[in-house]
């Protein structure tokens, strides 16, 4: 019997994932193991590897296709096995191919001769999928939209030109806002509130029940969806769906907060003489974690939050959110770009626990694996960004809204210092570089917030 | 087609029955002096001295409306009046002959050019009027606001002479538009009437009252009340359709066959025709008719000529003489009666006529023969009166017009209505909005107990709702239908309202061409239910006499399609009388209207559309038993105008909506508020008509195969329309289709739509789509699915406008190019 392949649901407030690539196409043979598809959501990619074996029957949609979690994606069977009931409502099933033979393994199609693509019979049974949107494939900004469903986006927050319409003509109908709201879950009120004044679009949210929070939102802007002039001179290349969230976040982040940073040097002494003694505990076999510079720095940071709670906030506009807990972020670099893993209640742990959650979640954003939920802006409410391992001394870095500030940590340099009674010597010095937003944190306390870090840097007491 | 009347071809294929006489007609046969008169007793000094001064008043009158339109002012007081005026100087004798023999119980009914005629019955009546009556009717009118103004400054204690200001007031402020005239400045110079003289609605359309005259003789003869009926119309109005229609109404041969008892003869209508020899520029003989005098006409209608008679309306006595023996022809049911009136109008047919068309000289001959001054002459050779007195009456007659006229243009103490301040005033008026149980204080003739009654007792063993107790359809036979729907109110309110006539073609044996009226004949005697000739104008110009006097009437129209031919009446008549007299009259006319199909493009038209765009017509097409019940109740319990649309697709059909079936007792739908009859989440369908029963295949089809609900509504009502009800359901669903078997362009299908619009804006997902019929004939039967709405256009109009349906493939084009393409090509 055909097996259908849906798309997985991964994380709770995912509605629909984008297909990246479908490694396989229709009438190849297929192993358990077998990467069928790559996709992605906002924050991480996956790879749906085959349950089953057998020869691809069906594929109900194409590269590039965003499609509702627990959809029906493909389906694998022995050639001749009837795969339309399997189709969701309102798709036509897709086969790559130019090829005159296009449904090779359809039994209801001729072998031979040109044979226009088959649309698929639809649903039969009276289900929701038909008054519910197909997957929109491509919204189009300025599209023309119904009445009903400009209201019902300025109800539930919807940015128009994010939607694709599946009414007539292209027109953004209501279900497709409806669709949309539901994907970007609920909003809270500051979120509405800061909707609608215009430009900003739902993130992914990160309340409760995936409500999407004022720190969710994120710049808008229309893509370009036509260069002109592109030639010999330069290529024009898409940016990735990961690229553009990014670039809506940071966009995001500088339009909307009053933000800039102050610079201050710690002592690196103390912090290298335990990077050493970690490193000593770790071959001994004491320890099972190989605890970084970056590690205590961490360490320290979160010390320091617990005394500057303000500092451990976002900034709502009208209001702050002040944290009991630490959720700490941790900025890292991955080839499909930045992202930044939030390591919850890191106050609750000791450095060896702190250090090893921090290399599993880079792991893991490395291979896309990390929980999408925890990598929202609002999971955290502090970050840290190191890009000492590459040399930066010092660095502006921008912050992850609506987190009320972001630390920088740059590499470590030696620096004269006095050492009273006229020595001056040269020290190790590790650059911080503290952006703040000015609407939630004055520079008075920023400074001791800043200082309190370095002291901790200096001052680190930790046990292993 | 009553069985009693033997068409024997013995007698109709033989030639007595072959031979045709005529009645000689009489021909200004009157022949007496002033002197003869007095001495036959025949009037007194007195009374002729009011003769001339009744025509003195008229002549001052309209020479005073042709100087305001003329010159601006009168006696050097300005005033400009914008309306208008179609004068009769000229013809004084002729009104003032024909109102002498009428009292307050006869009716007069005009034409554009009445003013004459209207002061003339006014002034009779004043005359003639207890002293104590007159008072009252003065004073309880508009609740004495008319009479207020009328007596200012007047100083003496004479009533009559009150009544003489308050007539000359009240006709020049309602000329003038002021809310103290006659008909609250509503009416006009065209339509300055008063009933409580008597004096029933000029007209303006030309030959209108032609056929709403007829009317009222019927409601005088049906409720047994007393008087004659009065139509003055032109000579021009002899070819009018109306008034050859309500000519052969008041023809009928029934009316001495078939009507019993003391229903048994003719009517008490009287055709006075003012016979002043123009028609607009055309002149009637000689030019633009073929009948020489108008009095040849009544040879047509039946063997007694209509007893018609040529009259010299230039003198007052000719015309009174003539009326005398017409009015007691008419008492003795020998009528009705035909009257030609010679006279001559000096005036062209308004100020703005320059009698381009005849010569000074002829306008001269004629006032050289004047009427006033030749009968004063008389009155002077007979002694009656000196010039001196004669001027004395004018110079007071003068002195009454001009302080009148001078009341009349006060705006403190002649206001008009402020419909920029108050807004809603004139729409307020536009239906009177009562709930009468009977119009009638008798009690109702019928010939039986109405549960002995056939058709009541096989009703009695029908199953009231279209399924059986176990849900199975019930065959039609034992199924109450819509036709038992709309018998059941009809015949509850023959039983309750003594004044409720019904007439159509084929009424009465047939039970009506669809048989909705089968049991009625077994019930009701001929004077409440007969047949009517083929004369559309005439049944519903009748009806609207009838029910302006007083009476409630259904009147019928076959098919929907003949609305055409009564397009005046229903046009211009019966939605106009209730605001245009001030809400004096009420209008409860039920016309019942059925909707053909099968019967190609001339019997299979939906025309709702034309009578909404009507103001002042309630216009309702129910399309259920238990709707066509209620509604028809609540038709026959008002006081409006209603047009009732009946599918001919429908009469057969059950009720499928109201549970527990069709009520037995009596129960009222208001007007103005359509039905839910399914609920849906989707999308909306409203329909009007029997369209009903396609929407709701759509609505299955959808459901089926979309998996999305319609939501159907039912007009029911197209006047009024409540839309709350509407926009409930599209704020629901975003999605609405308006559809109706009318042809779409121009229909209220786009009005409803128009509206939703603009009501639903921010909730419409699409815009609201119309599907009516094609702009086309309506073509055959069998082609007639291409033509009214189908279920798939509804699948195919959502699929193309609203959502587009998986897999969907249209049967029909209804994209934009289409549409602009058809409205290119006019279809």
Redesign the interface.
């Known amino acids: 019997m055909a097996q259908v392949v849906i798309m997985p649901k991964q994380g709770q407030s995912v509605e629909s994932c984008i297909v990246s690539e479908f490694k396989k196409k229709v009438g190849d043979s297929v192993k358990v193991g077998d990467i069928l598809f790559g996709y992605e959501t906002d924050k991480a990619t996956f790879e749906e590897e085959s349950q089953v074996e057998g020869t691809v029957l069906a594929i109900f949609y194409k590269d590039g296709d965003e499609i509702p979690v627990l959809q029906n994606v493909m389906v694998i069977g022995q050639p001749g096995e009837s795969f339309a009931e399997f189709a969701p ?2 798709v036509q099933e897709r086969s790559d191919s130019s090829s005159a033979v296009s449904h090779p393994l359809d039994p209801t199609t001729p072998q031979s001769g040109a044979v226009p693509p088959l ?13 519910s949107p ?1 997957a929109p494939v491509n919204a189009v900004p300025g599209a023309p939209a ?6 019902l986006a300025e109800e539930k927050s919807v940015n128009l030109d994010a939607v694709a319409g ?3 003509h292209g ?1 953004i ?3 497709d806002v409806e669709a949309a709201a539901a994907a970007q879950g609920k909003l809270s009120g500051l979120a509405k509130a800061k909707m609608a004044e215009g430009g900003l679009v739902a993130g992914e949210g990160s309340g409760l029940a995936g409500t999407v929070k004022g720190g969710d939102l994120k710049t808008w802007k229309a893509n370009h969806t036509d260069i002109a002039g592109e030639g010999e001179e330069f290529e024009v290349v898409k940016m990735s769906n990961m690229r553009k969230l990014i670039a809506k976040s940071m966009y995001n982040s500088l339009q909307n907060s009053a933000q800039l940073t102050h610079m201050l040097g710690a002592d690196a002494r103390r912090i290298q003489a335990l990077r050493k003694k970690a490193k000593k505990a770790l071959e001994e076999g004491r320890i099972d974690a190989n605890i970084t510079i970056n590690d205590f720095v961490c360490f320290a940071v979160i010390k320091a939050l617990q005394k500057f709670p303000n500092i451990n906030s976002h900034c709502l506009g009208d209001a702050m959110r002040i944290f009991k807990t630490v959720n700490l972020g941790c900025a890292v670099d991955t080839e499909r770009g930045l992202m930044v893993p939030v390591i919850k209640n890191a106050d609750e742990l000791n450095i060896i626990g702190l250090s090893k959650e921090l290399k599993k979640a880079a792991d893991a954003c490395k291979k896309g694996s990390f929980n999408p939920d925890l990598l929202a802006s609002e999971a955290g409410s502090f970050t840290v960004s190191n890009l000492g391992g590459y040399g930066v001394e010092w660095f502006t870095p921008i912050i992850n809204v609506p987190q009320s500030a972001i630390l920088g940590v740059g590499t470590i340099v030696a620096r004269p210092k006095d050492l009273g009674a006229g020595v001056y010597a040269f020290v190790p010095y590790l650059g911080l570089s503290l952006t703040y937003d000015h609407r939630a944190i004055d520079g008075g306390e920023a400074t001791r917030f800043l200082k309190q870090v370095a002291t901790e840097i200096e001052t680190l007491e930790v046990e292993f | 087609m009553p069985k009693s009347l033997y068409i024997d071809p013995e007698v109709t294929l033989r030639p007595q029955e072959h031979e045709i006489k005529f009645p000689k007609i009489p021909v200004m046969q009157y022949k007496k002096t002033v002197k003869e008169e007095l001495k036959e007793g025949n009037f007194s000094k007195e009374d002729l001295l009011h003769i001339y001064r009744d025509m003195f008043t008229i002549r001052e009158f309209e020479t005073m409306l042709n100087l305001v339109k003329t010159t601006g002012g009168y006696n050097g007081v300005e005033y400009n009046n914008p309306g208008p005026a179609h004068l009769s100087a000229g013809q004084e004798a002729a009104a003032v002959g024909m109102a002498y023999n009428l009292d307050t119980d006869d009716f007069i009914f005009g034409s554009h050019r009445s003013h004459g005629e209207i002061l003339a019955k006014g002034l009779r009546s004043i005359q003639i009027l207890p002293e104590k009556e007159l008072k009252k009717i003065m004073e309880e009118f508009w609740g004495g606001a008319t009479l207020e103004v009328a007596k200012k400054g007047y100083k003496g204690k004479d009533t009559k002479e009150l009544g003489i200001r308050f007539l000359i007031y009240g006709a020049i402020a309602e000329i003038f538009a002021r809310t103290t005239g006659f008909n609250k400045g509503l009416g006009g110079s065209m339509h300055t009437f008063f009933t409580p003289f008597g004096i029933y609605p000029n007209n303006a359309i030309v030959g209108g009252s032609g056929s709403i005259a007829v009317g009222a003789a019927l409601y005088k003869k049906v409720n047994r009340k007393k008087g004659i009926v009065v139509a003055n119309l032109g000579d021009g109005a002899m070819a009018r359709g109306p008034v050859l229609e309500g000519m052969t109404f008041a023809s009928m041969d029934q009316f001495h066959t078939l009507w019993e008892g003391d229903m048994k003869g003719g009517l008490p209508v009287l055709i006075n025709v003012m016979d002043n020899q123009y028609a607009m520029g055309g002149q009637t003989k000689g030019e633009t008719m073929g009948y020489t005098f108008p009095a040849r006409l009544g040879a047509g209608f039946n063997p007694e000529a209509w007893h018609a008679e040529r009259v010299n309306g230039y003198d007052p006595l000719a015309v009174i003489d003539a009326f005398r023996r017409k009015k007691a022809l008419l008492e003795k049911k020998e009528g009705p009666a035909l009257l030609d009136v010679v006279t001559y109008r000096y005036s062209g047919h308004s100020p703005s006529d320059q009698s381009s068309y005849r010569t000074k000289e002829e306008i001269a001959a004629w006032e050289a023969e004047d009427c006033i001054v030749a009968f004063g002459k008389k009155l002077i050779e007979a002694g009656v009166a000196t010039q001196k007195d004669l001027d004395a009456i004018q110079a007071k007659m003068k002195e009454i017009i001009f302080e009148m006229y001078k009341l009349a243009i006060d705006p403190e103490l002649s206001p008009r209505m402020d419909l920029v301040k108050e807004n809603e005033l004139l729409g307020d008026m536009m239906f009177s909005n009562g709930s009468v149980d009977s119009f009638g204080d008798a009690k109702p003739d019928v010939l039986m107990p109405l549960e002995e009654n056939p058709r009541v007792k096989q009703i009695a063993g029908k199953s009231r709702f279209y399924l059986d107790k176990d849900g199975k359809p019930v065959s039609s036979m034992k199924m109450y239908n819509f036709r038992d729907g709309v018998f059941e109110a009809v015949v509850d309110r023959f039983y309750k309202d003594s004044s409720l006539v019904a007439y159509g073609e084929e009424n009465r044996e047939w039970g009506g061409a669809f048989a909705v009226y089968r049991g009625l004949t077994e019930a009701l005697p001929y004077h409440r239910l007969f047949n009517s000739p083929i004369a559309e104008a005439a049944i519903i110009g009748t009806a609207i006499g009838y029910a302006m006097c007083g009476g409630r009437v259904i009147p019928e129209i076959m098919y929907c399609d003949f609305l055409g031919c009564c397009g005046d009446e229903i046009f211009n008549q019966l939605p106009k009388w209730q605001a245009m007299s001030g809400n004096i009259l009420k209008m409860p006319v039920v016309v019942r209207v059925s909707v053909g199909s099968k019967y190609g493009a001339q019997h299979s038209q939906d025309w709702t559309s034309l009578c909404t765009h009507i103001p002042g017509l309630k216009v309702v097409f129910p399309v259920t038993p238990y709707d066509a019940k209620g509604l028809m109740n609540s038709a026959l319990q008002g006081t409006d105008p209603v047009i009732f649309f009946e599918s001919q697709r429908l009469y057969g059909i059950g009720e499928q909506f109201h549970e527990g079936g069709v009520p037995e007792g009596y129960y009222e739908i208001p007007f103005g508020e359509p039905d839910v009859k399914r609920e849906g989440k989707d999308v909306t369908f409203l329909t009007i008509g029997a369209t009903l029963y396609r929407a709701l295949k759509a609505a299955d089809e959808l459901k089926e195969k979309y998996g999305m609900e319609a939501e159907v509504i039912d007009a029911r009502t197209l006047v009024p329309f409540n839309y709350e009800k509407v926009i409930e359901s599209v704020k629901k669903t975003g999605r609405i289709i308006i559809a109706g078997d009318a042809s779409a362009r121009g229909s209220f299908l786009n009005d409803l739509a128009a509206n939703i619009a603009d009501l639903c804006f921010d909730y419409l997902d699409a815009a609201p789509v119309v599907l009516g019929s094609r702009n086309w004939i309506t073509p055959c039967h069998e082609l007639e699915e291409a033509f009214f709405p189908q279920p798939s256009w509804f699948l195919d109009v959502i699929n193309e406008k609203m959502v587009p349906l998986p897999g969907y493939v249209p049967t029909g084009n209804f994209t934009s190019a289409q549409q602009i393409l058809r409205a290119k090509k006019g279809v």
């Not at chain 1, 649309?119 to 008054?131: H, Q, Y």
């Not at chain 1, 119904?146 to 209201?151: C, D, E, T």
């Open positions: 409502a309102g649309s698929v019979p639809r649903v039969a049974a009276a289900s929701e999928e038909t008054s197909s119904s009445p009903r469903a400009r209201k599946s009414g007539p027109r109908i209501a279900r």
